[in-house]
């Protein structure tokens, strides 16, 4: 099984920035995907980053400019930097785990508040 735990979110200005980490345990398959998706309340799931092993990232056009994904292979871990926050980005932020080779098997994260408000 494979643990996913996030944590940085909170409450920030509009125009601030925020960085979310989430640190993935258990049995990890090799090659994946890991990645950030938010829903937003009313809303459907989204993605709005992730990154392979080779560090290829790609990126929701939402958030292009103000986001940065990067990963630590060596901790399982992945980071979203989220700068120039907006309104618009509040929502529950979820980590996930992508396992190509084994049909895009998911894994998720229990999920991270971000509420960007003045």
């Known amino acids: 099984q494979v643990q996913l735990v996030e944590s940085g979110g909170g409450l920030v200005q509009p125009g601030g920035s925020l960085r979310l980490s989430c640190a993935a345990s258990?049995?990890?398959?090799?090659?994946?995907?890991m990645g950030w998706y938010r829903q937003a309340l009313g809303k459907q799931r989204e993605l709005v980053a992730d990154?392979?092993?080779?560090?290829?990232?790609n990126y929701a056009d939402s958030v292009k400019g103000r986001f940065t994904i990067s990963r630590d292979n060596a901790k399982n871990t992945v980071y979203l930097q989220m700068n120039s926050l907006k309104p618009e980005d509040t929502a529950v932020y979820y980590c996930?785990?992508?396992?190509?080779?084994?049909?895009?098997?998911?894994?998720w994260g229990q999920g991270t508040q971000v509420t960007v408000s003045s």
């Open positions: 996930n785990l992508r396992i190509p080779i084994m049909g895009n098997r998911m894994y």
């Open positions: 258990g049995t990890i398959i090799s090659p994946n995907v």
């Open positions: 990154i392979t092993r080779g560090s290829s990232p």
